[in-house]
């Protein structure tokens, strides 16, 4: 996470958890005990309002309620920051946190969508280049809805993909850095797909959607 913030040139906090794994099986086996996704929401939701309002962000950015995959502590981290954006603006709240600052935007971050999927796909097969989402594509047909439907915001960062692929790929334990998440090529993403997504969940400001800009409306 170290060598991944210095890439980025951001600044990271720790709020002190311990990963809950992602359960597998029929039935799913219990979550090892003191894990994030079993600790009390207040706990971990005070902490982030701590956080906030000492940085003082504009914007708060998480998962939507699925996770994006259903892994228990993506799913938590969802609920930890919905409650710490309604939370931190409230001086009624959490007074020992600080004082109060209401970040004005709350966006959801989507992973791959179906129409980006395709896409990329597609634009692989036409090249003559091995795909790597066929599979996924397959197994799209078993499920219902697509969360591309909940996009509401695209905004183009290409030039910016060489760093965050460096950034992801600094997760040594996580990450595969010959695995089929980099399997299209940096140039041909640029060119079909130069896009991250989100999806504008809460806002106290006015923005005409669809949005390119995740400042939208904020002065």
């Known amino acids: 996470m170290a060598a991944a ?9 720790w709020l002190g958890y311990v990963d809950s794994g992602l359960p597998e099986g029929d039935p799913l086996p219990p979550l090892p005990p003191g894990c994030f996704a079993l ?13 906030i309002r000492e940085f003082r962000p504009h914007v708060l950015i998480t998962y939507d309620e699925t996770g994006d995959y259903p892994h228990p502590d993506h799913i938590r981290c969802h609920e930890v920051s919905v409650a710490a954006f309604d939370a931190a603006g409230d001086a009624d709240r959490f007074p020992d946190a600080g004082q109060p600052w209401q970040p004005l935007k709350l966006y959801y971050v989507h992973g791959l969508s ?13 090249r ?9 594509l397959v197994e799209w047909e078993k499920v219902t809805g697509d969360v591309h439907h909940a996009i509401t915001t695209r905004i183009e960062c290409g030039e910016y993909f060489l760093v965050r692929d460096a950034a992801l790929k600094a997760h040594a334990t996580q990450i595969d850095p010959n ?8 140039d041909l993403q640029r060119e079909i797909w130069p896009y991250e997504e989100y999806e504008l969940a809460q806002s106290f400001v006015d ?5 390119d800009d995740l400042f939208s409306g904020i002065k």
């Open 5 to 13: 913030a210095k890439i980025l040139g951001v600044r990271h906090r």
């Open 39 to 51: 600790v009390p929401l207040a706990e971990p939701t005070a902490k982030l309002v701590a956080a």
């Open 114 to 126: 179906r129409a980006q999927m395709e896409t990329l796909h597609e634009a692989l097969l036409a």
């Open 128 to 136: 003559g280049m091995k795909s790597p989402y066929l599979e996924w």
């Open 179 to 186: 695995s089929e998440w980099f399997a299209v090529p940096l």
């Open 207 to 211: 923005s005409t959607l669809p949005e």
